[in-house]
């Protein structure tokens, strides 16, 4: 019940941005991180990646498992080559496409985002889409892309644990730079502590299972 009152203090108390953002990817996934203090969210502590959300793809016969067998190589995570999809209209600003991915147990520090991708959806509002397999994005800069539209797969480059999507949203074009914005996803089925919710508009906070409607 405590969760609860969380996320509905965070969805009363949330301003959503000037677009629709909808979950970069289909299927039910987790949020590992989300929401907007450090007990919840690791990334409130990086000002630009301020409400920051990690994502990972959900199976089994639970639907909760994140890995189909052992778990001991990237290809056994059910998020591993998933397609990331736009969450949001808007233009590619900047990509990159070549970095290895991670075997499990390694990270690429210097390189947090890995393989990205970067959109602008507004004056104030930049996407950006990490951790993302090498050799697999299809979208270029300058290219406009919508809602839904594919983007590359899930892969694990850069500074992470195993295959997982970051999705953040700042307010200027530098990586790292300015501060993160927090943005609410329509048209989305929430699971939290077994209740169901609906078709609902929310910020997302750690502990849900999360899908688009």
């Not at 969380?6 to 970069?24: E, K, M």
């Not at 990270?107 to 890995?114: I, L, R, S």
């Amino acid at each position: 019940m405590r969760a609860f009152a969380a996320v509905a203090l965070l969805v009363i108390s949330t301003s959503a941005c000037s677009q629709d953002y909808r979950l970069p990817f289909n299927g039910r996934w987790f949020v590992m991180q989300g929401g907007d203090t450090l007990n919840v969210n690791d990334h409130m502590a990086a000002t630009a990646q301020w409400y920051g959300i990690d994502f990972a793809k959900v199976g089994g016969a639970s639907q909760r498992s994140l890995t189909k067998s052992s778990g001991t190589a990237v290809e056994d995570f059910y998020s591993w080559g998933e397609p990331v999809l736009s969450p949001v209209d808007g233009e590619v600003v900047a990509i990159r496409d070549a970095f290895a991915d991670n075997v499990l147990g390694a990270k690429d520090a210097q390189n947090p985002t890995g393989n990205f991708v970067e959109i602008r959806a507004a004056s104030d509002q930049y996407v950006f889409l990490a951790h993302m397999q090498r050799h697999s994005i299809v979208v270029h800069a300058g290219q406009r892309v919508a809602r839904g539209d594919p983007l590359g797969k899930c892969g694990n480059s850069g500074n992470t644990d195993f295959p997982h999507v970051h999705m953040h949203v700042q307010n200027v074009e530098a990586f790292g730079a300015g501060t993160g914005q927090r943005v609410e996803f329509s048209a989305i089925d929430v699971e939290l502590t077994s209740k169901h919710f609906i078709d609902v508009k929310w910020p997302l906070i750690r502990g849900l299972f999360v899908s688009n409607h």
